[in-house]
């Protein structure tokens, strides 16, 4: 079975400071992985995704995401918050049988204060 | 390229009428559409897996009666919520799966339909 968790529901940074968004997740075999960011009223969109290949993702909007297999995480990582980054953060699991379904974790919030 | 559209972006109906969504896959053919369900402050709960041409796949705890999923091109996946009550007041999120060589295998998410009964 697949699983993900997000450990924090909320996340507050200031404008300009490194941010961090926390994702563990439990597969059997080989994860694939990946974030999404919604804001408000609006679906999901894609920011990045690791299937194999090099432990640092990067994906859009200067966002990067560090796969850790030890650790089995994979944290959302942005070298500069902007304002503009508040939303809510989905990171996602694939499951690897049958239909290929995507499960999703709880969700963070992320605030980036002015 | 890859973009999924829904309508009705938002609904508001009364109590015991019926409610469709259209979801649509514009670029790409998608053979398998997902539905999403989220509450406010919470993550997605997949509904259920339509195959174009086939039944949907409901997940446990959904009523297929209730919500019934049409998949009937590669393009187009429909969900009727059926006599809707209150507590069917949700996001609804719909999903295609791209089986084009460019974005093979890749989801892609609606903006999502904000349904309110009164």
Redesign the interface.
């Known amino acids: 079975a697949q699983s993900v968790a997000q450990p924090e529901d909320q996340v507050n940074v200031a404008e300009g400071n490194p941010l961090t968004v926390k994702c563990t997740y439990s597969v059997s075999g080989n994860p694939y992985l990946f974030w999404y960011v919604q804001y408000p009223n609006r679906g999901l969109q894609f920011l990045l995704k690791y299937i194999t290949g090099d432990n640092l993702v990067k994906g859009s909007y200067g966002f990067e995401a560090e796969f850790n297999k030890s650790q089995t995480s994979f944290h959302l990582k942005k070298p500069s918050a902007l304002v503009s980054d508040s939303a809510l953060y989905f990171c996602a699991v694939r499951d690897q049988t049958g239909a290929n379904n995507l499960f999703f974790g709880t969700g963070t919030r992320l605030t980036v204060i002015p | 390229g890859a973009v999924?559209s829904?309508h009705p972006s938002r609904v508001i109906c009364k109590s015991g009428t019926s409610v469709k969504i259209e979801c649509r896959s514009l670029d790409f053919q998608a053979t398998?559409m997902?539905w999403y369900r989220q509450f406010p402050?919470?993550?997605?709960m997949?509904m259920a897996?339509s195959n174009e041409g086939s039944k949907a796949?409901y997940e446990q705890g959904v009523e297929k009666d209730k919500f019934l999923i049409n998949h009937a091109s590669l393009t187009l996946s429909t969900l009727t919520v059926t006599s809707a009550h209150p507590e069917d007041s949700s996001?609804y999120?719909c999903?295609a799966?791209s089986m084009t060589s460019e974005y093979y295998?890749?989801?892609?998410?609606?903006?999502?339909t904000?349904l309110t009964v009164l």
Do not use: C, D
């Open positions: 999924v829904q398998t997902f402050k919470q993550s997605l997949l897996t796949t996001f999120i999903s799966r295998n890749e989801q892609f998410f609606g903006p999502g904000r």
